[in-house]
T-cell receptor, first 113, second 113 residues
Framework: KNEVEQSPQNLTAQEGEFITINCSYSVGISALHWLQQHPGGGIVSLFMLSSGKKKHGRLIATINIQEKHSSLHITASHPRDSAVYICAVLGMRYGGSQGNLIFGKGTKLSVKP | ETGVTQSPTHLIKTRGQQVTLRCSSQSGHNTVSWYQQALGQGPQFIFQYYREEENGRGNFPPRFSGLQFPNYSSELNVNALELDDSALYLC????????????FGSGTRLTVV
């Protein structure tokens, strides 16, 4: 079982829909990243959070440390939101392998006009 | 801030050859991590350098090696290339020693034929 699990793997939505992507993890973490990867590979960090909720424009990220779960929401989705969204956790221990990001496999989002 | 720059962007090598990939960290970042992302998969941790010392390594064979220089730029070297080494190689930097987020490069797409 992977340490970071995302669902769904693939998601197709119509423009304007509200989208939720989920991430569950099994390790102790100090922080969690939500990342966006467009075709061609470059990764952009959308959020880093360790508790509660963060909002940036139409994007909202929440995390529940006790339940080891995080969600990324996109309101009023748009075709330009089409990308792969990746959840990555930063382990508790600084340095060593757990001081680094452990990635989920990503959720491929396609928003149709 | 100049961000993280990786070079080259694309590379084709023959099985058995050696390759060096380069990464310039974001200004002020002393920690750099390298990740391998196979097609359709999430990135996998290769290793991390903090102030020129390797301080974490994932499940990759010794033919994957690296260096971090005094200016915190970094190299990933892969010897005796295999077909399965074909992947996107991502570099990410951060300010270590605390809870700081990662900045990612756009990656190097390596194809081994």
């Amino acid at each position: 079982k992977n340490e970071v699990e995302q669902s769904p793997q693939n998601l197709t939505a119509q423009e304007g829909e509200f989208i939720t992507i989920n991430c569950s993890y099994s390790v102790g973490i100090s922080a969690l990243h939500w990342l966006q990867q467009h075709p061609g590979g470059g990764i952009v960090s959308l959020f880093m959070l360790s508790s509660g909720k963060k909002k940036h424009g139409r994007l909202i990220a929440t995390i529940n440390i006790q339940e080891k779960h995080s969600s990324l929401h996109i309101t009023a989705s748009h075709p330009r939101d089409s990308a792969v969204y990746i959840c990555a956790v930063l382990g508790m221990r600084y340095g060593g392998s757990q001081g680094n990001l452990i990635f989920g496999k990503g959720t491929k989002l396609s928003v149709k006009p | 801030e100049t961000g993280v720059t990786q070079s080259p962007t694309h590379l084709i090598k023959t099985r058995g050859q050696q390759v060096t990939l380069r990464c310039s960290s974001q200004s002020g970042h002393n920690t750099v991590s390298w990740y391998q992302q196979a097609l359709g998969q999430g990135p996998q941790f290769i290793f991390q350098y903090y102030r020129e010392e390797e301080n974490g390594r994932g499940n990759f064979p010794p033919r994957f090696s690296g260096l971090q220089f005094p200016n915190y730029s970094s190299e990933l070297n892969v010897n005796a290339l295999e077909l399965d080494d074909s992947a996107l190689y991502l570099c990410a930097s951060r300010l270590g020693g605390g809870w700081y987020g990662y900045t990612f490069g756009s990656g190097t797409r390596l194809t081994v034929v």
